[in-house]
């Protein structure tokens, strides 16, 4: 056995189902290809640039969908469970990954198999069904028009009721093509930013149905259990994931709103004055019942909610997290758990994505106090901040594509630009803007502006820093900061490990992991030289559909508005000078942020033919 | 019946209560079994109920009188003598699945590729599940201290289906 053949059989291969015509093809990992991008988003980026090209309509058939494990998925290293879907965003129309935790990326690894890309259109509703190698496309009329749940249950009790097949599917806003459709794993696990789920509604895939009996293997057996060992028990000690498992996400809002950056009231404020009423331990007091795991992670930060609605229908959900109390919730003036929680299942049911909603809510919001869209076009409803009502029936309407609701569908920059008032659009790239506010926080401005899917906090989550260093409002130091962060991230999202459990299970036990499980020898350097090749990609990727500088940029509320009261009182953010120093830290061009020909020679990206 | 030794009258216990679905005793199981992981190698499976959100574990209770035992037709299972658990002899085990019907507690499962059943063997007296349940949701207890939990459940009236989460 060749040294690539041994790797691969600890990897497992790539599944390719052609929609248009129906062909369903197993094929080999690329290994060079796995060497210089690990997996997960890496491994990712690098099949979109091969074969999802400038001119692909991110809704036509030439678009692909491309799910990625990282090769740490299915052993039993904590919190292994990422799968990464790399795919052209029809909310940016430009590059996009989404990352997905809970239990359908290791069942898809247990199946054999560590990708899937789908490609073309099917004409009629169709679904995917894996059962290990029995592998076909089944017709989903039943299924079409069905939300979340409906579908879950519908496709499950199909599928004999087995509840270990994991299903991850669409909802009605991914059929009517809602530019911030998301796909959902497990019921309440999502790939949820950049609309990948209207990418599937586009090519009439209703859900992908997994079922593996197979094994994961790795090179040293006894090294993964002794790290997987190590690992969790420093896990279960350290005060941060304590805080993760009591209040899950949600641990971060008091953090957050007390240092003045939270999203309030579409970034008019950045502090919420009725933000203690949304903290972690509120939450755990008024709906949280039970804590849910993803696959082998001793964490659990996943937060069970039960709850009554307005009408009266008992509901259990996983969540809210925090971005969605942020967006959903502050964002939009509104307080109170009741309005929050069943917006939140508008999203989940529908199948949207909970941050960019609310940021569409918050722009019709403050849009409806300016005078600029009245009554008349909300079909009488007084759509001010802090109106829990209000937000629930306008999800509702974005949901079903009812009157206003069908512009907000379009994503929070089109609406803005057909309301006339682009100013009010909180985005970068046509992506909305997480709860961070910049203008309190200031490496987040460069996460937000030269993230390759539009603002995006994960891309580089330094919040944490630099609150705990006291920097959060200087600007030196901060392109360096943001540039080890996202090397830090890609490194995680291509390994496939989730981002919490980072703190322990840091970078050079990363490292490690990699060399046990695949043989395969890889440094810290290695890893990150991995990550920063990965970015590159990502960045060129983008700069051939003609992104650059011009449009790593945010809006003009943070650049120019300064903040108004609260710790953050009077801070704007220049973002040029933070510019300026990140693309120095990358080896970029100052003129048009795009590498320069000596940094891809030296990341061996500089043949476009042979990326 | 004879007099059982101390480890004889242990059993493993599983609380759905304290589960939070993240199924590292299959991992553990598994590549302690056979050095892979898959959850089809496991001897203890966890289910997680998508309606109700409830996660629930399918384990080998270590009958006293194993129906298993009594189901087998090929003397291919046994106790072992130190720990009371169940053993299979693989090369005796036709896979006719006679046991699996008769495990009331659908704890017995085939090899995925071969032709034995898999039964929980307590690893020797020192079952993995337990030792590396983050949550002390699978333990390793007396016989005579084993319906605690359950018992405990039933007063909190966590064991009814839906009823986990009434408030």
């Known amino acids: 056995m060749s040294d690539d053949d041994r790797i691969r059989a600890f990897l497992g291969d790539v599944l390719r189902v052609n929609l248009s015509k129906g062909n369903i093809s197993r094929e080999e990992l690329p290994m060079e290809a796995v060497r210089r991008f690990i997996g997960g988003r890496g491994l990712g980026a690098w099949y979109l640039y091969n074969e999802v090209g400038p001119e692909a309509d991110p809704l036509g058939p030439a678009n692909r969908l491309i799910f990625m494990n990282g090769p740490l998925v299915g052993t039993p290293l904590p919190a292994c469970n990422k799968i990464n879907l790399c795919f052209k965003s029809p909310l940016t129309s430009g590059y996009s990954y989404s990352l997905c935790g809970g239990h359908w990326g290791p069942e898809l690894r247990f199946s054999g198999r560590t990708g899937l890309i789908i490609e073309g259109a099917s004409r009629e509703p169709v679904y995917l069904w894996i059962d290990d190698d029995e592998i076909e496309l089944r017709p989903a009329d039943r299924l079409w028009g069905r939300t979340v749940p409906e579908t879950e249950e519908l496709l499950r009790a199909e599928l004999g009721g087995d509840e270990l097949v994991q299903i991850a599917c669409i909802g009605p806003a991914g059929e009517m093509l809602n530019r911030m459709a998301c796909i959902t794993a497990g019921r309440f696990r999502e790939f949820g930013r950049g609309g990948c789920g209207a990418v599937m509604g586009s090519k009439r895939l209703k859900a992908i149905a997994v079922r593996g009996t197979g094994t994961v293997r790795f090179d040293d057996v006894a090294g993964v259990m002794g790290l997987a060992e190590r690992l969790t028990a420093d896990l279960l000690i350290q005060p941060k994931t304590i805080e993760r498992r009591n209040y899950g996400t949600a641990e971060f809002l008091k953090g957050i709103n007390d240092n003045g950056f939270l999203c309030t009231r579409n970034f008019s404020g950045t502090h919420f004055e009725e933000g203690h009423l949304l903290e972690g331990p509120r939450m755990r007091e008024a709906i949280v019942v039970g804590d849910s795991s993803c696959f082998a992670c001793p964490v659990a930060c996943g937060k069970r909610s039960y709850v009554k609605t307005r009408d009266g229908r008992r509901m259990l959900l996983e969540g809210p997290e925090f971005e969605t109390i942020a967006l959903l919730g502050s964002n939009c003036g509104v307080s109170d758990w009741e309005s929050l929680v069943e917006a939140t299942l508008v999203c989940d049911e529908y199948g949207f994505d909970t941050m960019n909603a609310g940021a569409c809510v918050s722009l019709a919001m403050e849009c409806f106090e300016k005078g600029i869209i009245t009554i008349r076009d909300t079909g009488g409803m007084e759509l001010r901040f802090g109106n829990g009502a209000a937000l629930v029936s306008l999800l509702r309407m974005m949901a079903e594509r009812r009157g206003i609701g069908d512009i907000l569908a379009e994503g929070v920059r089109c609406a803005s630009e057909r309301f006339g008032a682009p100013e009010l659009a909180m985005h970068s790239r046509g992506q909305a803007l997480p709860a961070y506010d910049p203008r309190g926080c200031k490496s987040m401005a460069l996460a937000y502006a030269t993230s390759p899917k539009g603002a995006h906090h994960m891309f580089s989550p330094t919040m944490g820093h630099e609150i705990a260093a006291g920097t959060r409002l200087s600007y030196e130091g901060k392109g360096a900061l943001h540039m080890e962060n996202q090397m830090e991230m890609c490194a995680v999202d291509s390994l496939g490990i989730c981002s919490t459990v980072r703190g322990s299970f840091n970078i050079s036990e990363q490292a490690r992991a990699f060399g046990l499980v695949t043989g395969m020898k890889l440094d810290v350097e290695g890893l990150k030289l991995a990550a920063e090749r990965t970015i590159n990609l990502e960045r060129i990727y983008n700069a051939r559909l003609g992104f650059s500088r011009k449009d790593d940029t945010l809006p003009k509320r943070i650049l120019c508005e300064p903040v108004p009261s609260g710790p953050s009182a009077g801070e704007t953010v220049d973002l040029d000078r933070l510019l300026d120093e990140y693309y120095s830290q990358m080896g970029w061009n100052l003129e048009d942020g795009l590498p320069t020909r000596e940094r891809l020679l030296t990341l061996g990206l500089l043949d476009p033919d042979a990326v | ?167």
């Open chain 2, 1 to 167: 019946m004879g007099r059982e030794n101390s480890m004889e009258k242990k059993v493993l216990v599983f609380e759905a209560a304290r589960c939070t679905g993240c199924r590292i005793c299959e991992q553990w199981c598994s590549v302690h079994h056979f050095g892979m992981a898959g959850p089809s190698l496991s001897r203890i499976t966890i289910i997680r109920d998508h309606v109700n959100q409830i996660d629930n574990g399918i384990i080998c209770h270590q009958c006293v009188d194993a129906p298993c035992i009594a189901s087998c037709k090929f003397d291919a299972l046994s106790k072992d003598g130190t720990t009371g658990a169940i053993i299979v002899d693989a090369r005796k085990c036709t896979g006719c699945r006679l046991c699996i019907r008769a495990c009331p507690h659908g704890a017995v499962r085939m090899h995925p590729g071969e032709k034995y059943v898999l039964i929980c063997d307590l690893c020797a007296g020192e079952p993995q599940c337990a030792l590396h349940c983050p949550e002390k949701a699978v333990q390793y207890l007396e016989r005579g201290k084993a319906e605690r939990p359950y018992r405990s459940a039933l007063v909190r009236g966590l064991a009814g289906r839906g009823k986990r989460y009434e408030r």
